[in-house]
């Protein structure tokens, strides 16, 4: 399946005045840990319910770490890490500084590989995506899902997202 995209005017005018517009993923919907668990058990011989209980034993031990203040990091993955967002109400002095004056969330960065020359070589699982604007897909029933009558897929790209 290829990844559904469709124009989004930006809110902000460039410089010259004009509202331009970009690609933005849509989405199509969640996939739930129950769901996951029966497609990854259908993949190995352990049970649905095993895989289930593995992958809520991952959060729970993937929170402890994070909590203390540890980057959790899973090969083909990516690392997990705390970050803080200040507010924007800065203290006088470093000594006046508390953890009120920000919010606490949990970053991702994907795995990554690297050439010689330390750009980005591959980006775990965006490698080989492709990508296909979403009023002009084609519905599995092999109708296209734009009404311009066109015909033409000039818009369903193959996309190297790190170009």
């Known amino acids: 399946m290829p990844v559904l995209y469709q124009a989004k005017q930006s ?16 989405r199509t919907g969640t996939v ?7 497609e990854i058990a259908a993949y190995s011989s352990l049970s649905t319910g095993d895989v289930k209980n593995t992958i809520d034993n991952l959060i729970t031990v993937m929170s402890q ?12 993955l990516g690392i997990f890490r705390m970050k803080m967002k200040s507010n924007g109400k800065g203290a006088a002095s470093a000594d006046d500084v508390t953890a ?40 599995p ?9 066109s015909g033409g897929n000039n818009d369903n790209d193959v996309v190297d997202p790190l170009a």
């Open 141 to 149: 029933s092999g109708e296209s899902g734009g009404d311009n009558g």
């Open 100 to 139: 009120a004056q920000s919010s606490v969330t949990v970053s991702f960065l994907p795995a990554s590989t690297r050439n010689t020359d330390r750009t980005v070589a591959t980006r775990s699982m965006v490698t080989g995506v492709k990508c296909v604007r979403f009023d002009k897909a084609t519905t």
């Open 65 to 76: 770490h994070l909590q203390a203040s540890e980057n959790v990091m899973l090969d083909g």
């Open 11 to 26: 809110q902000i005018a460039d410089k010259n005045g004009k509202r331009l517009y970009y690609p933005r993923v849509v």
């Open 32 to 38: 739930t840990t129950d769901q996951i668990s029966k």
